[in-house]
């Protein structure tokens, strides 16, 4: 080896662990954090941990800003897992697994028709990775880049991502920055910030797959009870693109939550083409909450273990899709193999297909302009 090349690999080596700052023990959800340590593209990636006073701890990787862990007290004290994820970063790499568990999505979260939007005349392609659409920014997007580390305390996260000009084909330099807070009544509020430098579109959510019976070896989510603030939702087409209609939930009742009830209770009605254009739920509810983050959009509760929890946002919309195609194909934390709906997603988000359809609300952000979204995950026990 040569000299310049062995000084390279010990610098390398030294940013390596100069930058990962977790202590060796493993996390109270058995992670270890060495095993969140490596290189990617060139960016060192590690395991952050954040622990309130009541005991709940949440972790999460650098690699895609991913929430790894999220341990909760179920009715008897006993903490549980919620989320699934990987025990290790490789596990996350897109070689080895293309998926998104608990991913912060950029730059577009949903999809865009056939990848192809206007902006101020001009048109632009982006990448198309599924069904001819451009899904979660394509197959480049946010949650296969290393964030930096901004800052990181017992409770907060903060990660930034400098994204240039013609990133998979998305015009303009944008700054972005999410930070994870875990607040003392055991809520883990995630909220997005970004800046351009030309006009530019953008839509952020998390892709955490939750569970809150914590063992999703063992129950699907089918039992769990939920509860949605919406009257109306978006339908799609056997592609999964919204077709520009609003539609009232009086006319679709597989898809009212209004009152809370089973998520497992239509979800394989053949008679209604949504959920056989979906196989499930895959659409996205227009709330109710005139974007107010103080009112709850929706409500999940495990009978099983007693576990609540109450999703907050700004955002006019949330896409809340049901594990259908987990196919027993990924083995994720402690050896368990993620099978058909072993896990349901809340993705707070603009409409999916916005920037083609000016009648919702606009996913355009200017230079001098910063775009703010925000998502709460609030959790509680119902005896």
Same mark, same amino acid.
């Given at each position: 080896? $040569? ?25 109270? &959800?058995?992670?270890?954090?060495a ?10 990636t ?10 709940? #701890?949440?972790? =999460? %990787? ?35 697994? $293309? ?5 912060? =999505? ?5 999809? +865009? ?10 048109e632009?392609?982006?990448p ?18 290393v964030?930096?580390? +901004?800052?990181? &305390?017992?409770?907060?996260l !903060? ?10 084909s998305?015009?303009?330099?944008v ?17 997005? $910030?970004?800046? @351009?430098?030309?006009? %530019?579109?953008?839509?952020?959510t998390?892709?955490s ?7 999703p *070896?063992?129950?699907?989510?089918? #039992?769990? =009870? ?13 592609? /999964?693109?919204?077709?520009? #209609? ?6 679709w009742? *597989? /898809? ?23 196989d ?6 227009v ?8 009112? !709850?959009?929706?409500?999940?509760v @495990? ?10 946002? *700004?955002e ?19 050896? +368990? ?7 349901? @997603?809340f993705?707070?988000?603009k ?10 609300p ?6 001098? #302009? ?10 509680s026990?119902? $005896?």
């Open positions: 080896m $040569k000299k310049s090349s062995l000084f390279s690999f010990v610098a390398l080596a030294a940013v390596v662990l100069a930058s990962c700052s977790n202590p060796a023990a493993l996390t109270r &959800s058995g992670l270890n954090p095993d969140f340590e490596s290189v990617y593209d060139g960016s060192q590690c395991l952050h941990t954040l622990v309130n006073s009541s005991g709940m #701890e949440v972790c =999460i %990787t650098n690699f895609g800003g991913r929430v790894v862990s999220v341990m909760v007290p179920d009715r008897d004290g006993a903490f549980r897992d919620v989320v699934l994820g990987f025990d290790k970063v490789s596990d996350y790499f897109p070689e080895n697994n $293309k998926t998104d568990f608990g991913a912060s =999505i950029g730059r577009y979260a949903n999809r +865009i028709n056939q990848g192809r939007f206007t902006l101020d005349g001009v632009y392609q982006l198309q990775n599924n069904f001819g659409h451009c899904l979660h920014g394509g197959p480049q997007g946010w949650q296969y880049k964030y930096d580390v +901004i800052s990181h &305390s017992d409770t907060t !903060v990660l930034g991502l400098d994204s240039p000009d013609g990133d998979s998305f015009p303009g330099a700054h972005a920055e999410v930070t994870f807070t875990l607040q003392a009544d055991n809520t883990l509020d995630i909220s997005y $910030k970004a800046s @351009c430098d030309k006009p %530019t579109i953008i839509n952020m998390n892709h797959y939750f569970n809150l019976s914590g063992e *070896d063992k129950h699907t989510v089918c #039992e769990q =009870i939920l509860q949605i603030n919406s009257s109306s939702f978006t339908p799609v087409d056997s592609t /999964f693109m919204t077709t520009g #209609e609003i539609a009232s939930l009086d006319e009742p *597989d /898809f009212d939550f209004r009152t809370p009830k089973a998520i497992g209770k239509d979800i394989d009605n053949r008679d209604d083409i949504q959920i056989v254009n979906a499930g739920y895959d659409h996205n509810w709330l109710d909450t005139d974007r107010s983050f103080e009112a !709850v959009a929706l409500s999940i @495990c009978p099983s273990t007693g576990i609540r929890m109450d999703v907050h946002t *700004d006019p919309g949330i896409q809340i899709y049901s594990g259908n195609f987990l196919d027993s194909s990924v083995t994720g934390k402690k050896g +368990i193999v993620y099978a058909r709906r072993t896990a349901i @997603c993705e707070s988000q409409y999916p297909d916005s920037p083609n359809k000016t009648q919702w606009s996913p355009v952000l200017r230079p001098g #302009e910063t775009y703010t979204s925000r998502c709460a995950y609030s959790f026990v119902e $005896k």
